[in-house]
């Protein structure tokens, strides 16, 4: 089930982020390859390996790119998404200090096959080292010939906002404006950034094209299940014996991520929850685990894969403490564009915090869950429907344990 | 003690708020990165608290005259991200973050530590002018829980023995 490292292949290199150890690993012979093949089969080839988006909505890669225009005339742009913010995911850190050069090779095999002659890859603000190595990529793979060739690259630092992880707030920060999510459609493959048409892919959706393009679409499809093909890379944390970043099939369960790769449960070593894809996914109890992390897999669990943000919990935590703490980053992050959310949010992480201080009253359980499902669907981006998923789950699953706090 | 929505007169006034030959050729470089050239607002504002420690309101009128937008543009992209500060800020910034999982591995402990230690609220700035205390969302650096960014670098596994050490190394 830990199937074959792919993305996370050369890690233990000290120099991995060097064109030096890329090349000596077979770096950029994907794209050698692809400048050989047509770019409508470069797309084709994408399709047929079911990579989904990994940044957190799934969306099939291939099937996006095929969105560009054919006849567009004017500049088309790839953007890469390394804003990472989702609670409890660090895996395009990883892919950005250690393996820069797969970011860079995989955007050129994207650029050819949507006819992008202009890339922009928009990395958080915080990120500063994350930034200055692949910063240092770049400057190498243009002094080496594969950037300034037909397609260049501007890294471009954010500045703080979790909402700039949204595709289109993303593309209005890079835009220099304030990092509002715009309503689509139109969709950003038709207008997107500049008000050209612009496919955003995330850090480690990226990465694994040109390892797509080398070995095939059925290698690559045949990872994972039907539906979705590959490896991606888990971020565990939380009260386990081994936090940190795993490589897995799309196919392993939540069970075997926790227990035979992560090493088990800490705490009083017995397991009470586990959020699977990032906070804005819902909640699972200890015992609904045995489910695949794939997109439909965790989707027909009720929940979602989102990014891969693994964060375990043993009895001994409170779950609405942790509630509480999930509540107060959605009131902050959100970006006020939205009555709902931007009412919602706030009003919602007051409710819980007094609950978990012992002044909850006897209705806002219910107030909590109206108010949170009356906003879902309402809004412009995904953003507040990401924080309706924690509020509706943990109250559901755990409502004694909120109820008990509260005075009678 | 100096909030952070607090004012400095004395430091307002006394610093120029110009960029020297050298930086304003980055700002056209930087501006010429892209097909218009505002979405070089971002990179230049950072230049700029680089350069003057802080986004004043007149440092945002100043970057708005580089790119020919109003102040009130340059200041609802300023008041929007949290990495750009509109007062003064310390010389080093303690950002710990507070998220669930450094959280659930004892972020609470950690702050309340660094309270104690620099004799300060969260949001606040030592007397001295050193240290800029923030307790922040997920830095996505969760498996080394509990963390914080101390200006550039990260800082993980964070104890309270850790964080005095920490401390002292800032000047």
Known sequence: MTAEKIL??????????????????????????????????????????????????????????????????????????????????????????????????????????????????????????????????????????????????????????????EETGLISSLEGKKGWPKLKPPFPAIKGAFGAPTIVNNVETICHVPHIIARGAAWFA???????????????????????????????????????????????????????????????????????????????????????????????????????????????????????????????????????????????????????????????????????????????KFRAEFEALIPR | MRGQDGTDAATRASTPVAFSVEQLAEVHRLQGLYPDRRAALLPVLHLAQETFGYVSLEVEAYVAALFDLTPAHVHEVVTFYTLFFRAPKGRHIVAVCHNLSCHLAGAPMIVAHLRRRLGIDVGETTDDGRVTLQSVECLCACEHAPMMQVDDRYEFGLTPEKVDRILEGLR
């Not at chain 1, 929850?273 to 897999?297: F, H, K, N, Q």
């Open chain 1, 222 to 396: 045949a990872l994972g299940t039907k539906t979705q093909g590959g490896t991606r890379m888990y971020s565990v944390s939380g009260r386990v014996t081994r936090p940190g970043v795993y490589e897995a099939s799309v196919a392993i369960t939540l069970r075997q991520l926790v227990y035979d790769l992560a090493g088990g449960v800490t705490g009083n070593g017995r397991l009470k929850a586990v959020v699977p894809g990032g906070s804005s996914a819902a909640i699972l109890r200890g015992d609904e685990i045995d489910v695949t992390m794939d997109v439909d897999g965790l989707r027909n669990a009720g929940t979602m894969a989102g990014s891969a943000g693994v964060i375990v919990m043993d009895e001994t935590v409170s779950i609405p403490e942790a509630l509480m703490v999930v509540a107060r980053f959605y009131a902050h992050e959100s970006c006020g564009q939205c009555t709902p959310c931007r009412e919602s949010t706030g009003w919602i992480y007051k409710m819980v915090r007094r609950i978990v201080e012992g002044r909850g009253r006897k209705d806002d359980l219910d107030t909590i869950l109206d108010v949170a499902r009356r906003g879902a669907g309402t809004t412009i981006c995904a953003f507040y429907d990401g924080a309706v998923g924690p509020y509706v789950s943990y109250i559901e």
């Open chain 1, 8 to 165: 996370t292949r050369n890690f233990a290199r000290a120099d991995s982020h060097t064109l030096k150890a890329y090349l000596e690993t077979g770096g950029y012979t994907a794209w050698q390859k692809a400048q050989t093949l047509p770019p409508a089969e470069i797309t084709e080839e994408v399709k047929q390996s079911n990579l989904r988006g990994l940044g957190g909505a799934g969306f099939p890669t291939g099937t996006k790119w095929s969105f560009i225009p054919k006849s567009h005339g004017g500049p088309v742009y790839l953007v890469i998404n390394a804003d990472e913010g989702e609670p409890g995911t660090f895996k395009d850190r990883y892919l950005l200090e250690r393996d820069p050069h797969a970011v860079i090779e995989g955007m050129l095999i994207a650029a050819r096959a949507i006819r992008s002659a202009t890339g922009f890859v928009y990395v958080r603000g915080e990120y500063v080292e994350p930034y200055r190595r692949f910063a240092t990529a770049v400057s190498e793979a243009y002094d080496a010939g594969y950037l300034g060739k037909g397609f260049d690259v501007v890294v471009h630092r954010g500045a703080g906002a979790y909402i700039c992880g």
